[in-house]
């Protein structure tokens, strides 16, 4: 278990401070990192024991990142020499990192994986070498052109295999198959039928395949933003959000609960990772609630739907973010803002419920005489803020563009980390962060590039647009029949796709759907994104939620039933958001705006006091419907429902507070 000591001798920089120190000890680190191998597809990596293959690798790492940020500071080479090159790197690390099956060496390279590097690095040679050739033969492709698109196809499919499991490249598979053989098929999904030489050249020699809009995506934001998420834990960051969180709700009832979904959110809003996030915080905060007297299954709960919420939560969210900007034609900014209230919604109804359950179970806060204070905290990490706040100027205010916004904050952060000595990065650790950077970057990059050939054929054959219109027939042009079928959709896609290309694959299909429907498509892919993150926590396939009950100790399938619960208020915002876009922020005033956010705040209450059954005393289950009621009505745009909603909020809370006065008069007869 963790240990919780206080230790009246550690000080800051500055003076000494009584302080919870988290010392999970190795026995549980090590637990983690098992699972999350075992989980997680994409961290079931290598493990070289020779030094020379080590230092190989870290060099070739180094290297990757040091193009990156040399693209960002002066412009990449043109477009498909960018992303063919950056496809050819992460598809080699791959191939390094991963072997060709779990009974493989996880040692060692095998010799065929080299062939596999050699093979990936002679398609940007080729494209580098006859750039015009194979622009000006699009189209038309010539014999060397189609065997050139044909290993890229093979290399990155083999390369998804590895990194993130079969599921992604067999449904790329059926795509393809869908090409070559869909006007054989009956109805509306029929289309003329390419043969291979015109569809594998569409994936290979254009902007609309392998090298689409996904690729750009993780070739330049996706990539600097992951580097800047590992500078920062570099520096002492995750520390930061564990004693920020300890000092302002370790104290309160069921502190230890809220410390997770404090700090799960601030750590997950900076890396973007769901099962990372767990088995990085959760390692600590798991046995610190487990102490508290959080059953197994709850305290796992709390970690997992916390940790998948920082993929909606701003400044920087999930990698899927990113794209959704570029496939709407945004600015990451505009992103920022339409994703804020809806996270924060989501945030306040866990921070609800976990105090609710606090309440009902007589649970309390930790003592206040080993939190670490909150003036001490700032005073020794606080300056790492500075980068957060610099991001966000840039982001709002400069003008400049996301890609030149990221570079410039991660040389901020270096830079502020010199501040003090315990954040202070010296030359190893700006080396480190760089390789690990360029490692992090590979499973993303992968599922990107594997998912545009699925893009590739859907704007080939048209696919997305009838996908589009069978949607609403289903729906019988019905908006929320067409709003339940499409959060389907994304949990089924969910249980065996990673959250980007789930979220891509969705928002390709379904959200041109919506949009026909009258919704703003801005709600429409935020709905899709939304979803897709929750399929981390949405049994029987929640990735998120096992790897927490692996550090608890709980059942995996109870766990995620408790994750669903406390993340009941994240599945209904969306449904929130596409009835009434104002909670987005979308084409409304400020008055409007701050009214629509207060009503889904008292909402988001009312729905956590029926979940949890309590508020002052237990509710029978009449009382949880009125709630439940009462939730809907404020959740409803419209000034009659809210008024509604708010007299069921305050009869509800009134008749509660009575009845708890009733039962403490009886228990002191």
């Known amino acids: 278990m963790a240990k919780i000591n206080k230790n009246s001798e550690q000080s800051t920089s500055e003076e000494n401070i009584d302080v919870i120190q988290f010392e999970g000890d190795r026995e549980l680190v090590e637990k983690s990192e098992d699972i999350v191998r075992k989980l997680d597809k994409e961290s079931a990596t290598r493990i070289f024991t020779s030094d020379n293959m080590r230092k190989f690798f870290y060099i070739l790492a180094v290297l990757v990142s040091c193009y990156h940020l040399y693209a960002a500071a002066f412009g990449p080479p043109v477009t498909l020499k960018h992303r063919s090159l950056h496809v050819a790197m992460m598809v080699s690390m791959a191939f390094i990192m991963y072997p060709f099956s779990s009974k ?18 002679a398609v940007p040679v080729y494209i580098w070498t006859d750039y015009l050739g194979v622009i000006e033969r699009a189209g038309r492709a010539s014999t060397s052109d189609m065997w050139m698109a044909t290993l890229l196809v093979v290399l990155v499919l083999e390369a998804s295999r590895r990194v993130t499991g079969w599921a992604l490249p067999t449904l790329s598979s059926i795509f393809i198959a869908y090409g070559l053989f869909g006007r054989d098929l009956p109805g509306i999904f029929a289309h003329r039928g390419y043969d291979w030489t015109a569809l594998s050249n569409h994936f290979f020699a254009n902007t609309e395949g392998i090298y689409g809009t996904s690729v750009n995506v993780a070739a330049s934001y996706i990539f600097l933003f992951i580097l800047f998420g590992c500078v920062m834990n570099k520096c002492g960051m995750g520390q930061l959000f564990n004693d920020l969180a300890l000092s302002l709700a370790g104290g309160t009832k069921g502190g230890p ?19 990372a996030n767990v088995v990085t915080t959760g390692a600590f905060t798991i046995p610190l609630m487990k102490r508290t007297g959080y059953s197994k299954e709850f305290a796992g709960a709390v970690e997992s739907s916390a940790s998948v919420g920082g993929q909606l939560l701003p400044p920087i969210m999930g990698a899927a973010a990113f794209i959704m900007a570029e496939m709407l034609g945004v600015q990451y900014s505009k992103i920022v803002v339409w994703a804020a209230v809806p996270a924060l919604l989501y945030y306040l109804g866990i921070m609800i419920q976990v105090h609710l359950r606090a309440s009902k179970d007589g649970l309390v806060g930790l003592p206040s005489d080993k939190l670490p204070h909150l003036s001490a905290v700032i005073k020794d990490k606080g300056h790492l803020f500075l980068p957060i706040f610099f991001l966000l100027y840039m982001l709002f205010f400069s003008g400049r563009t996301v890609i030149n916004s990221a570079f410039l904050t991660i040389i901020v952060t270096i830079f502020v980390s010199q501040f003090r000595a315990s954040t202070r990065m010296g030359f190893k650790d700006v080396v480190d962060a760089l390789a690990d950077g360029a490692k992090q970057t590979v499973s ?15 704007s080939k054959t048209g696919f997305g647009l009838n996908m589009a219109n069978t949607i609403i027939a289903i729906g019988n042009q019905s908006l929320l029949f067409t709003l339940i079928f499409t959060m389907i959709t994304c949990m089924i896609l969910g249980m065996g796709l990673p959250s980007i290309p789930a979220y891509i694959i969705t928002a390709t299909i ?16 935020m709905f899709s994104f939304y979803f897709a993150m929750f399929a981390n926590i949405t049994p029987p396939v929640a990735l998120a939620a096992f790897a ?33 876009p104002q909670l987005m922020l979308i ?24 979940t949890e059954g309590y508020v002052y005393a237990r509710m029978n289950t009449i009382y949880r419907i009125v709630a439940a009621t009462g939730a809907l009505c404020l959740i409803k745009s419209g000034l009659e429902t809210d008024i509604l909603g708010f007299v069921i909020m305050v009869a509800i809370i009134f008749l509660q507070k009575r009845k708890a006065k009733a039962l403490l008069m009886s228990k002191d007869i």
Do not use: R
């Not at 997770?260 to 769901?274: D, E, K, Q, T, Y």
């Not at 039933?561 to 208020?569: C, E, F, G, N, P």
């Not at 005033?589 to 006091?609: D, N, Q, R």
């Open 587 to 610: 084409n409304t005033t400020l008055a409007e705006g701050t009214w629509v956010a207060l009503t889904a705040c008292l909402g988001v209450f009312l729905i956590a006091i029926a």
């Open 510 to 525: 379904a959200a041109p759907a919506l949009s026909k429907l009258g919704i703003e498509p801005a709600a429409a892919h």
């Open 444 to 458: 993303v990059a992968i599922a990107c590039a594997c998912v545009g050939i699925i893009i590739g054929v859907s």
């Open 104 to 121: 493989c060496n996880f040692k060692k390279v095998a010799w065929y994986d080299w062939l596999f590097v050699i093979l990936t690095c």
């Open 548 to 580: 927490a009950a692996g550090l608890s100790g709980g059942d995996p399938m109870k766990t995620g039933i408790q994750s669903v619960k406390l993340s009941i208020a994240g599945f209904i915002v969306p449904y929130m958001f596409v009835y009434s």
């Open 257 to 275: 609960a809220k410390v997770s979904v404090i700090a799960s959110g601030f750590l997950g809003s900076i890396n973007g990772s769901a099962i």
